[in-house]
Each structure stands twice: as C-alpha cells, then as structure tokens.
C-alpha cells in the first residue's frame, strides 16, 4: 500500500461556468485532510458541500485557488492515475439495474483489470473481502432494483473498498439508512481509515453522528466560510453554535449533541428522586408538553416521582392519582392545575361554586 500524503486547499474557488461567467458556489478556501483519518463535511443545504466535495475529486473544474495531493496538483493526475488514488461513492445510484451487487462492487477493480477486464483470484479475494467489511454477503447475487436505497448505498460503499485507493470521497453515505445503520456506517468508516489507512472525507447532515465519530470536521456555509478543526476543539471554541445554531435549539459543548428548547406556559412542583431515569423523563414530557418543573413549593397541586417506577399526582395533599406510565399522567396534569387556578382564583373574589 502506496504512503499516503495530505490532500490540501489553498484560496479554493468551486462553482460552475454558466453562459460563460463564473456562477461562485464557495470561495478562499483553505484547509487540509490529513491522511488516516475520517473527516466529515458539515453545513446547511445549499452551503456547496456537494460543490466542494466534486471539485476534490476532479470531476469539475475549480474557479480558482489550488488543490494538492502530496504536494502535486491534482491537475497532474491522469485519469487512470486519480482511479487508482481517490474512490468516490456519490448519492445517486438509483439508475443502476439489472446488475448484481457482485458485478457492481467488482467494477470497483477496473483500475487493475486491464482492457479486457478479466477478473483474477487476487480481484475476487478482494470483492469477497469488501462485501465481508460493510457486512453485506447475504446480497452478493441480489439484483441493485431489489435493494433498497440503504442496501444500495452499502454495495456503492463495498465498490469502493474494493477499489483499493488510498482515498475516499463520499456524498451522504448513511442518506438513506436507518437510525442504527447511520450509526454503524459512521463507525465503520472511522475503522477503515484506521485499520486499512484509507484518508476518508465525506459530506453529511448527519451532525450528531460526525460529531461523535469523525477525527476532524469541516463547518462550510456562505456566511461564515470554512472552519476546520476536532470535534472537541470547534466545540469548546464556541464554532459549532456559531454555525448552527437556531431559535428552539441549544448545544451540549460537554457531549457534542444538540438539545431541543420547548416554550412553557405552565409551572408544577415535581418531588423525588432526581437521579433516577423516572424523575428525569417524566421532567422531559413535562417540558415537551410546554409544563416547567419546578422545585417544592407551596402549590396545589404536585407530582411526586419516588423513582420506583411509579408516577403520582398529589392535589392539595392528597394522591389522587398513581400511574406506572408517563402518559397516563401527563393526560391529567394540565386538567387538574387549571382546575386549582380556577379555584383559586374564586377563593380569592369570595365567589361561590355558582358565580
């Protein structure tokens, strides 16, 4: 296996000619893949991730600014030379039929095939071996219109492998996947830049997922450019939020996840075990449900949550209500406290159950 070298951007323009003129996607791009590692292209649609992603890997041209591999110009590169330096598995695959998941993954070795494209054993050795890594055997002899789109996004991934380059290019390769597939895909990706030294680089909005994964990100939008760096060090530099934040959302520099903010219009006194898994999501239904927890007061009407599985409403002292699900409470909570502010407020205009 070949030694790999850094892939850098210098001042990189990317876009398209359009009668003529430049129509500029993204511009002054700087910044470095290093080899062995897995890293994710983050930013909102239409920042020109799928742009950038192209323009690395030589299908259009650049606008302006430099690419090297090595230190060598991409523009060095023949194409016979790029096939067998950079593999790139793009979305759109759909088109694709009437071929097997074999036939498609071994076209990953028409670098090495020759113009007859015969296969050898070493090529068979190495189709079998990427279908064994994306673990996707059992559809070696499925035809691709059988699959589904993740079923297909895992075979265009295995070509790939199977192309043996140094270098992997991906746009949204866990798009069509499922929530458990996203994340396995994610972490196969980072063992085969590990374990097989593949430098792969790849485009998601699966932000989460490259937070927690990825070696190194690239945040991209039109207004704030290109910011490069860790997981951990964008997020403690205060990058992720400027990047992405939005009204209703917040970021967890501490486990790199975005939480949900719920308006609430209502208050209730919740009592209990506050580091039990039952007190903590029966405050996240409250808070879903526009209710704010709040700690032990002189209220009506409250909710205790002793931890052992039970949830209980209790009305100016007395429990009225014990449930072992939390719907089941959250159905009664806002009747009841409305009930007491109505009450309330009578008591407090001396006004009888009739007025």
């Not at 996203?182 to 989460?208: P, V, W």
């Not at 939008?221 to 951990?232: A, Q």
């Not at 409250?286 to 009305?315: H, Q, S, Y």
């Amino acid at each position: 296996m070949q030694q790999q070298k850094s892939i850098e951007i210098n001042d990189l323009c990317t876009g398209y000619i359009v009668d003529k003129k430049n129509k500029i996607i993204s511009d002054k791009l700087t910044a470095k893949i290093f080899p062995y590692e897995l890293t994710c292209l983050l930013g909102p649609n239409g920042a020109g991730k799928s742009t950038l992603l192209r323009t690395l890997a030589g299908f259009q041209p650049a606008l302006g600014g430099s690419i090297t591999i090595g230190g060598d110009s991409i523009k060095s590169f023949k194409s016979k030379d790029l096939a067998r330096l950079i593999s790139v598995v793009l979305t759109d695959n759909a088109g694709i039929k009437n071929m097997t998941a074999y036939d498609v993954v071994a076209m990953g070795r028409a670098p090495y095939t020759g113009f007859w494209g015969k296969l050898r054993e070493q090529d068979k050795k190495t189709i079998d071996k990427s279908f064994e890594w994306v673990n996707i055997v059992e559809l070696k002899e499925r035809k691709m219109q059988t699959l589904s789109d993740g079923e297909r996004q895992k075979v265009m991934i295995a070509k790939a492998i199977a192309q043996e380059t140094p270098i992997i290019f991906m746009d949204e390769p866990t798009a069509f996947l499922d929530y458990p597939s996203k994340i396995q895909m994610m972490l196969l990706l980072h063992r085969l830049a590990k374990s097989l030294k593949k430098t792969i680089f790849l485009s998601t909005h699966d932000l989460e997922h490259a937070l927690q994964v990825a070696d190194h990100i690239w945040l991209l939008d039109k207004e704030n450019g290109l910011t490069t760096g860790s997981p951990e060090d964008l997020s403690a530099l205060g990058m992720i939020e400027k990047y992405f934040n939005r009204d209703g959302i917040t970021y967890d520099r501490n486990l790199c996840t975005f939480n949900i903010e719920h308006e609430t219009s209502r208050e209730v006194v919740v009592n209990g075990d506050k580091h039990s898994l039952d007190y903590k999501l029966c405050c996240k239904a409250l808070i879903r449900n526009g209710i704010k927890p709040v700690d032990d007061r002189d209220d009506a009407v409250k909710l205790l949550v002793p931890g052992d599985g039970t949830f209980r409403l209790v009305e100016r002292g007395t429990e009225i209500y014990n449930v072992d699900r939390i719907e089941h409470l959250i159905a009664t909570v806002v009747p009841t406290i409305v009930k007491n502010q109505i009450s309330d407020i009578r008591e407090a205009a001396n006004m009888t159950q009739f007025e």
